[in-house]
């Protein structure tokens, strides 16, 4: 329990992957941040600042664990506070992220709420209760809290892995309903797309169950800086999937009557205004289908603005 509650003495491999789990993090930070801000230009909106916070939150989360885990210097508090903060921004944050894209492929705003409302509550239940529990640990007087610790730090980590699960899980299957009536009119640009999100994704869900295994195996040492190097990936992942599908629905732009209107980050498009991609594709995948232009008079249409 020496890791839960203080400091630890590891042998030299053990230290070795500790300290190229921060590596990879720190370099993973130091990428995404030179890609946001080249990709952005208009650095607003909730896609963006989610980008920023939950990279943020990577080296702060890794430093944390360095300076307890090592005594590297500085006070306790410092560290415990550089962990719960780093921890919040960047497992929130990565949820925040997975959530502000789901505009792209779900309009339905009661589902979207939902989502919402389920962050907001896994935020305080596992967030809240855990740091309590953590900061209690790492006291004067450990004990009370020992057991509890081992108990709710498995409950948190299922639940936040079963939250990014959901959310993942909503996005493939909503952008497979979206790209499935496209089949016959773009059938290999539609199906390299399916198969690069679906991919993309089960990567990131076997990484996510590596990260359980270090957990329940009592690897908590291995478990917490895995978790920042396995954070910083899913970011740099993040805006794969985001170009794919940007760019999949510029190119369907003109073959339905229903306008959805949305902004993609800048520099993800292959347009000439990369702020702004007016895009006919529906959301709705009942009526998701080439019309042509005398039906489209008569039907009316709508314009849905999403802004990241």
Same mark, same amino acid.
């Given at each position: 329990?020496?890791?839960?509650?203080?400091?630890i003495?590891?042998s030299?491999?053990?230290?070795?992957?500790?300290?190229?789990?921060?590596?990879?993090?720190?370099?993973?930070?130091?990428?995404?941040?030179?890609k946001?801000?080249?990709?952005?230009?208009?650095?607003?909106?909730?896609?963006f !600042?989610?980008?920023?916070v939950?990279?943020?939150?990577? #080296?702060?989360?890794?430093?944390?664990?360095?300076l307890?885990?090592?005594?590297l210097?500085? #006070?306790k508090?410092?560290?415990?506070?550089?962990?719960?903060i780093?921890?919040?921004?960047m497992v929130?944050?990565?949820?925040?992220?997975?959530? =502000?894209?789901?505009?792209?492929?779900?309009?339905? &705003?009661?589902?979207?709420? !939902?989502?919402?409302?389920m962050?907001?509550v896994?935020?305080?239940?596992?967030?809240?209760v855990?740091?309590?529990?953590?900061?209690g640990?790492?006291?004067?007087?450990p004990?009370?809290?020992?057991k509890?610790?081992?108990? +709710?730090e498995?409950?948190?980590?299922?639940?936040f892995?079963?939250?990014?699960?959901?959310? =993942?899980?909503? +996005?493939?299957y909503?952008?497979?309903?979206?790209l499935? #009536?496209?089949?016959?009119?773009?059938s290999?640009k &539609?199906r390299k797309?399916?198969?690069?999100?679906?991919?993309?994704?089960?990567v990131i869900?076997?990484?996510?169950?590596?990260?359980?295994?270090?957990?329940?195996?009592?690897?908590?040492?291995?478990?917490?800086?895995?978790?920042?190097a396995l954070?910083?990936i899913?970011?740099?992942?993040?805006?794969?999937?985001?170009q794919?599908?940007?760019s999949y629905?510029?190119?369907?732009?003109?073959y339905?009557?229903e306008?959805?209107q !949305?902004?993609?980050?800048?520099?993800?498009s292959?347009?000439?205004?990369?702020?702004?991609?007016?895009?006919?594709?529906?959301?709705? =995948?009942?009526?998701?289908?080439h019309v042509?232009?005398?039906?489209?008079?008569?039907? =009316?249409?709508?314009?849905?603005?999403?802004?990241?």
């Amino acid at each position: 329990m020496a890791g839960e509650t203080g400091a630890i003495s590891v042998s030299l491999p053990i230290a070795m992957v500790i300290a190229g789990f921060f590596a990879v993090s720190v370099y993973n930070f130091i990428y995404i941040n030179i890609k946001i801000f080249l990709t952005f230009k208009r650095r607003r909106g909730l896609y963006f !600042w989610s980008l920023v916070v939950a990279s943020w939150g990577i #080296p702060v989360h890794a430093t944390g664990f360095l300076l307890k885990f090592f005594k590297l210097g500085g #006070p306790k508090p410092m560290a415990l506070l550089f962990i719960t903060i780093g921890w919040y921004c960047m497992v929130t944050g990565q949820s925040m992220v997975l959530y =502000s894209r789901l505009h792209l492929v779900m309009a339905d &705003a009661r589902k979207l709420r !939902w989502v919402l409302i389920m962050i907001i509550v896994n935020f305080f239940l596992l967030h809240g209760v855990m740091t309590v529990i953590f900061f209690g640990a790492n006291s004067s007087n450990p004990e009370p809290f020992v057991k509890p610790f081992m108990i +709710y730090e498995k409950l948190q980590l299922t639940g936040f892995v079963l939250q990014e699960f959901i959310i =993942s899980g909503l +996005y493939i299957y909503k952008a497979w309903d979206m790209l499935r #009536p496209a089949f016959d009119d773009w059938s290999w640009k &539609a199906r390299k797309i399916m198969f690069h999100l679906i991919a993309v994704n089960v990567v990131i869900v076997i990484m996510d169950i590596t990260l359980l295994g270090t957990e329940y195996a009592n690897q908590y040492e291995i478990q917490t800086t895995y978790k920042s190097a396995l954070y910083s990936i899913k970011l740099v992942m993040e805006f794969s999937i985001l170009q794919q599908l940007c760019s999949y629905i510029e190119g369907r732009q003109n073959y339905n009557s229903e306008a959805i209107q !949305w902004r993609c980050p800048d520099g993800v498009s292959t347009t000439t205004d990369l702020d702004r991609v007016t895009s006919s594709q529906r959301l709705d =995948s009942s009526s998701n289908r080439h019309v042509d232009g005398s039906e489209g008079d008569k039907r =009316s249409s709508r314009t849905v603005e999403i802004t990241f």
